[in-house]
Nanobody, 117 residues
């Protein structure tokens, strides 16, 4: 079981930047995959980016070239640098982790990101 706590959400203008951070704690030291998802009211939660223990990354097409995911294994953190933000990026962003690649995600509480026009 892994506990995840996000930080860094807020309100920014279109074209601005924001950096999200997520800190993991729990009994598992090496987490197979960590990532970020986002959700808006009335829509399904969607993948934003993931990063594996081997630092292999995956991005949604909508954020490629604008967002960068990174992790610091020693600090048990995963970060999401968001640049060139658009209003359509507005959502609650959730940190997620699959410690042992078992297909069951641990979720953070979510952090609101709002991008104004």
């Amino acid at each position: 079981q892994v506990q995840l706590v996000e930080s860094g959400g807020g309100l920014v203008q279109a074209g601005g930047s924001l950096r999200l951070s997520c800190t993991a704690s729990g009994s598992i030291v090496s987490i197979y995959v960590m990532g970020w998802y986002r959700q808006v009211p009335g829509k399904q939660r969607e993948l934003v980016a993931t990063i594996t223990r081997a630092f292999v990354t995956n991005y949604a097409d909508s954020v490629k070239g604008r967002f960068t995911i990174s992790r610091d294994t020693a600090k048990n953190t995963v970060n999401l640098q968001m640049n060139s933000l658009k209003p359509e990026d507005t959502a609650v962003y959730y940190c997620a982790a699959d410690p042992r690649n078992m297909g069951v995600l641990n979720w953070g509480q979510g952090t609101q990101v709002t991008v104004s026009s």
